[in-house]
């Protein structure tokens, strides 16, 4: 608990910096995104599969710079660069030496970027936006909020798994005052985002992020669980890896954005 404290204190310090300064929001986006990347990919490869972690890694980073810098991609450009690199990916399948199932070495490859990378990379949207270091730090605050109700809720009053094969620790009443807790949090935020959101609309989205918040950290275990690792990795003591700490936010992150920019 004690380590579990002050990683979290370190974190916190780190993501106001990212809310309050945008380039230090592109720096530490990116970076998570490199370092989760990797860890996703160490993780997969336990099951005996060789991914392509340079290609991975050279297009995860290049998502959350491209959108940092603003640069405007067409459709068409889009359209080419995916189709350029799924041709690049099988050509480098043929480069190995044995078969190491490529059908999922791809998948693997294509998928890791597309969760860790692509979905993260919302964040910087949403700072991006008018009003944006209020809805970030609105979105970070209710989605971490949801993780730390979880814990506690469920550290003192757990008894009922909630899914038991992807992960016995996490209990109905963790989950419970996890979303009681996201939304006392969000409500008490909601009053620094003044002009972007109704009150209602702030309290029906920090509803639905607290929702999809233990949906993302439920993914992350059922990852976790079918490669066999108990965390992503050791970067944070008590905490895990970047993967343990972002992923919440991996959902949250383009739920919240879609929502701003497409729905309201």
């Known amino acids: 608990m004690e380590r579990r404290i002050i990683t979290s204190l370190v974190l916190i310090g780190i993501t106001v910096a990212a809310v309050f300064f945008y380039p230090i929001c592109g720096v530490v986006v990116s970076a998570f995104i490199a370092i989760g990347l990797l860890e996703f990919f160490n993780m997969v490869e336990t099951k005996g599969v060789k991914l392509f972690k340079f290609f991975g890694l050279l297009v995860g980073i290049f998502i959350p710079v491209s959108i940092y810098f603003r640069f405007s991609i067409g459709e068409g450009w889009q359209f080419l660069f995916v189709v350029a690199g799924l041709f690049l990916l099988f050509l480098l399948e043929l480069t190995k030496k044995e078969n190491y199932q490529p059908i999922f070495s791809i998948s693997a490859t294509v998928f890791g970027i597309l969760y860790i990378s692509w979905c993260f990379s919302f964040l910087i949207r949403v700072r991006q936006l008018p009003g944006g270091i209020a809805l970030a730090g609105f979105l970070l605050a209710v989605t971490k909020s949801s993780d730390i109700g979880a814990y506690l809720f469920g550290r003192r009053w757990g008894k009922t798994p909630l899914i038991k094969r992807i ?73 895990g890896g970047v993967l343990d700490v972002i992923d919440s936010i991996i959902f949250t992150a383009p739920t919240f954005y879609l929502y701003l920019t497409m729905v309201r």
């Open 167 to 239: 992960s016995p620790q996490k209990s109905l009443e963790g989950a419970l005052g996890g979303f009681v807790f996201s939304l006392g949090v969000g409500a008490f935020f909601s009053f620094f985002v003044k002009d972007t959101l109704f009150f209602s609309e702030k309290i029906f989205i920090t509803a639905v992020l607290a929702i999809i918040a233990q949906l993302g950290d439920l993914f992350e275990s059922l990852l976790k669980r079918d490669c066999g690792v108990k965390d992503s990795g050791n970067i944070f003591p008590g905490m």
